[in-house]
């Protein structure tokens, strides 16, 4: 994969230890394990310029294992979706929300969370500033979940509840080219 000069790259965390658990802000460990993938992935992001990650362990993790000799910045607004008092639920205690369009669920807070939209909010402003660097200095990757990736879809879309739509798959590769007041999508949930 040849990146562009003025690229972000973003990828998600590689597979976390969840033990069935929904994880946004709850911290867990990425499981590192497939040292082919981390190798191919790794290969495809040469010439990536910087990288930035979401504070949170699983993303540090993956960001180390796939630029081990890169200084690596973290910016908090990358942080996954607050989930509230769902945060760290099993999957199966979770509520039961029944059909949801995606404009309901984007604005949906768990109690005591933030909905995928307060999430966006927080974040696009953040992959903003990456993307000028992108343009400005060449490709960056951000390392961050798959709900930070979603936001930065639907923010190329103009359409924030519209990248629900979108499956993102852990140590995928999703990329976007900065222009001067736009940002394109090449690629989504690229697997190596």
């Known amino acids: 994969m040849h990146l562009s000069a003025s690229e972000l790259v973003l990828i998600r965390h590689a597979p976390a230890r969840t033990d069935g658990r929904l994880c946004g802000r709850h911290d867990v460990p990425a499981l590192l394990v497939d040292a082919q993938a981390l190798a191919r992935c790794r290969g495809a992001l040469a010439g990536v310029r910087s990288v930035v990650t979401s504070p949170a362990l699983r993303c540090r993790q993956t960001a ?3 630029f081990p000799r890169q ?15 769902e945060d760290g639920m099993l ?3 979770l509520p039961d929300l029944g059909v949801l369009s995606r404009e309901a669920l984007a604005t949906r807070r768990p109690p005591q969370g933030e909905s995928f939209a307060d999430m966006a909010a927080r974040a696009v402003p953040a992959l903003n500033v990456w993307a000028d ?43 976007l080219r900065c222009l001067p007041g736009t940002i394109s999508i090449i690629g989504v949930n690229l697997v190596v």
């Open 91 to 93: 999957l199966a205690d």
């Open 71 to 85: 200084e690596l910045a973290q910016d908090a607004r990358l942080w996954e979706q607050d989930f509230g008092l």
């Open 133 to 175: 660097k992108a343009e400005a200095q060449g490709p960056v990757a951000i390392v961050a979940h798959a709900g930070t990736i979603r936001a930065a879809l639907g923010s190329a879309l103009g359409d924030i509840p519209a990248a629900l739509a979108f499956e993102i798959a852990p140590l995928s590769i999703t990329r």
């Open 64 to 66: 180390k294992a796939l």
